[in-house]
């Protein structure tokens, strides 16, 4: 006899499983007459919600049910409890029955005036109601498959979550949390936060021997009376909570959860496909993610293109996560908004190929990314997941006013590292909509402005552009990075890329300030670098010591560090282009006494001592140290400069050390940066419509790399309701049946692909 006989003989046939239970009307789950056969679905039942049936789950049960297959509606009830306990939710177009918890059976319909299937867990009208929970348990059942079951699977259809709003889903502390506070204070008081929801307050001192543990603390929140939080037991540790640099505290809880039935166990994971629609908001994610297998996230956007332009991820907690909080993989115009992120193996908001543009990360809070296993089968052979808060391939995105704490490696780390078996060259988004191949690396951000990084138990604040092998936009799509405040790590600010412009950097408590930097068309302003003890200002390349091109730094102060042996600034030893060099102007030293000065404030690095391969080699300008229009002109004592005349320098400290000497020139410029090139259309997504008061409200969000100057819908200016129109809305006559939304910014680059919604 055959193998495969054998094995037939073996396996149960289809014919001797269980039948599928057809809904056969509209109606309620707990209703038989909703069910063919009349019997409502109980342990083990593989469902099918045929399409045209609108079902409301309404029950709280604790029943398994194998397989749900959703082809018509499926609303849950949002004025009562209810629990779904399940092995598998299918959303997919089509009355058959599936147990593929990855993979959809066909693609999604393309008649957009057909009625798509729907799983509903309260709407942002209509959320599921205060004091009410609504839960969805994702369970292995036995027989399915383990790698890509239990999963919430959304193909082509609307997956809708949403519970009640927080007005924040996390604050800043207002002030220290001490030892033994039973209670801590917020910079602003937060609505929606009750008695029995758990909370993290963020870690915020330096790591120490404790770099294996975290010093974020959870609580359960026993009051809260305006910005004051009472916690169900006192604090363990400190947290810092006045000044400039503040530890975060963050709610985790939801009354809409989605959640692996055994933690230790198979987890599962949740996906929307392309041709999806739906946002999740306040919703809670716990529990989720299959450690160390591809795709297979606790919350995944797959593949969805500008299918779901529109969709929103906002306000929601994903925590505990074994395989990354939120993957975006070969998505744009997705709105990811004041989300908290919790313990993650592996990155945790992650753009997965590098092709994702045009998405919006705003507000989100990272904490305890963890390093992981490279993915089997991942797209991109360069990284190897060893936990950053966020990681990205394409910068061609808004990162706006997030924060990472307590990541296992990187605060933000941007990669693209070429591989012998890889072309780094993908199909890239144009303005007008069609793609072309791109190298990724040539595309600046959209928008990196007021982001953070704090207490890392790992390595790198913010590693802009490993790999990239010197490879950037041209100096008229410069990468732009403003307001970067990065405290309580090992290595600050790391920027491998060329044609930089930094705007108001902060590194406090740093090993090592701006490290290993390709100092090539950088132009930084305002620059404070405290209580930074090793490496303040690093040499190009750190030990390699080679700088490509220009530095300029407009405003650099040096507060209380105490840096032994090496200089305030480094200069670097090889000059390969025969273009490098260095300008900074408005030098500051403060609180810079005999005991915590640094060798000099510029002379050669430390480590690693390469001798010089070129002849000429970077000279270090300091503008205006001996006056108005009296500029030190600092170089290294292994300098062509310096050996072909000697006499012409001096030793002055504590400028120069044992290896730099200055002589004073006059007239000498201060380099300016080149124009910047705004060629860049914005990015406009409609995120919701609200039927009100007789009118059609609609509100959306825009971003561009500089200033929006109107957002027009079917004509309408809209008003903005956020900074540079990050916000809008916008009132049309409740007649609409479309909506046509798109941007123009002050350098007059108008949106040429719309924003396009169809409202039933």
Avoid at 163 to 184: E, F, H, I, M, Y
Avoid at 370 to 397: H, I, M, Y
Avoid at 499 to 510: A, C, D, G, K, Q
């Amino acid at each position: 006899m055959r193998l495969a006989a054998v094995l037939a003989l073996c396996l149960p046939s289809a014919a001797s499983a269980d039948p599928v239970i057809h809904s056969a009307k509209s109606g309620a789950w707990s209703e038989p007459a909703t069910w063919a056969g009349g019997k409502v679905p109980s342990d083990g039942s593989r469902v099918l919600i045929r399409s045209g049936h609108a079902v409301t789950y309404d029950v709280k049960s604790d029943a398994v049910v194998r397989g749900l297959n959703v082809s018509g509606s499926l609303v849950f009830a949002t004025d009562r409890d209810t629990v779904l306990n399940v092995g598998l939710v299918k959303v997919q177009a089509g009355d058959e029955y599936s147990e593929d918890g990855f993979d959809c059976d066909h693609a999604a319909p393309a008649d957009p005036t057909r009625p798509k299937p729907e799983f509903v867990v309260g709407t942002p009208d209509r959320p599921v109601a205060a004091g009410k929970t609504a839960v969805v348990r994702l369970h292995h059942v036995a027989g399915m498959d383990r790698e890509t079951c239990p999963a919430l699977v959304n193909c082509g259809g609307r997956m809708d979550l949403h519970g009640q709003p927080l007005s924040r889903a996390w604050a800043k502390l207002g002030a220290d949390a001490k030892v033994g506070d039973t209670a801590v204070t917020l910079t602003e008081a937060v609505t929606g936060w009750k008695a029995g929801d758990r909370v993290i307050v963020v870690g915020s001192q330096s790591h120490g021997d404790a770099k294996t543990r975290s010093l974020t603390e959870e609580r359960t929140v026993a009051a809260v009376d305006g910005a004051k939080v009472t916690l169900s037991e006192p604090l363990k540790m400190p947290h810092a909570g006045a000044g400039e640099f503040r530890a975060e505290v963050a709610n985790l809880s939801r009354n809409v959860v989605v959640e692996s039935a055994n933690p230790d166990g198979v987890r599962g994971h949740t996906m929307y496909h392309k041709g999806s629609s739906g946002s999740l908001s306040y919703a809670e994610f716990r529990h989720l993610g299959k450690k160390d297998v591809l795709g297979k996230y606790a919350l995944h956007f797959h593949l969805c293109r500008d299918t779901m332009r529109g969709s929103s991820v906002v306000g929601n907690s994903i925590w505990d996560s074994h395989n990354r909080w939120l993957t975006i993989h070969g998505t744009d115009y997705l709105v990811v908004r004041d989300n908290v992120g919790y313990k993650s193996v592996g990155h945790g908001y992650f753009l997965e190929d590098g092709t994702e543009t045009y998405n919006v990360l705003d507000r989100n809070l990272a904490v305890g990314a963890v390093a992981g296993k490279r993915l089997p089968k991942q797209v991109l052979p360069f990284d190897a997941n060893e936990g950053a808060g966020f990681w990205w391939t394409c910068s061609l995105n808004s990162f706006t006013r997030n924060v990472a704490a307590e990541c296992d490696r990187y605060g933000f780390r941007y990669e693209a590292t070429l591989h012998p078996s890889y072309k780094l060259t993908f199909p890239i988004r144009q303005a007008d909509g069609s793609r072309k191949p791109t190298d990724p690396r040539t595309l600046p951000f959209v928008r990196f402005e007021d982001n953070e990084v704090h207490t890392s138990h790992g390595l790198y604040g913010v590693n802009l552009g490993e790999g990239v092998n010197r490879v950037g936009p041209d100096e008229k799509h410069p990468f732009v990075v403003k307001n970067l405040k990065i405290w309580d790590v090992h290595y600050g600010f790391r920027p491998q890329v060329p044609n930089l412009r930094v705007e108001n950097l902060t590194l406090h408590r740093v090993n090592y300030g701006v490290y290993h930097p390709n100092y090539d068309n950088h132009f930084y302003r305002n620059v404070v670098v405290s209580q930074t003890n090793t490496e303040p200002f690093n040499r190009g390349h750190d030990d390699l010591s080679v700088q490509y091109g220009l530095l300029a730094v407009d405003g650099l102060t040096f507060d209380g560090c105490r840096s032994g042996g090496m200089p305030l600034v480094q200069i670097s030893d090889d000059n390969p282009t025969g273009a490098a060099v260095t300008h900074l102007r408005n030098v500051k030293t403060v609180n810079w006494s005999d005991a915590t000065k640094a060798k000099a404030v510029v002379n050669l690095g430390g480590g690693p001592r390469p001798a010089p391969k070129f002849e000429k080699g970077v000279s270090v300008y300091l503008h205006d140290w001996f006056g108005a229009g009296r500029t030190a002109l600092v170089v290294s004592t292994k300098s062509g400069e310096f050996k072909a005349d000697p006499s012409k320098f001096r030793e002055e400290a504590p400028l120069t050390g044992n290896e730099s000497r200055v002589t004073e020139v006059k007239g000498v410029a201060f380099p300016q940066p080149p124009a910047i090139a705004d060629d860049l259309p914005p990015a406009t997504v409609v995120t919701r419509v609200i039927r009100e008061s007789g009118k059609l409200l609609v509100r959306g969000s825009c971003a561009d790399d500089g200033t929006v100057a109107k957002v027009t819908v079917n004509g309408k200016d809209a008003k903005a309701t956020a900074g540079n129109f990050a916000e809008w809305e916008v009132a049309l006559d409740a007649g609409t049946t479309k909506i046509e939304a798109r941007a123009e910014d002050a350098a007059g680059n108008v949106e040429q692909t719309p924003a396009v919604v169809t409202v039933r």
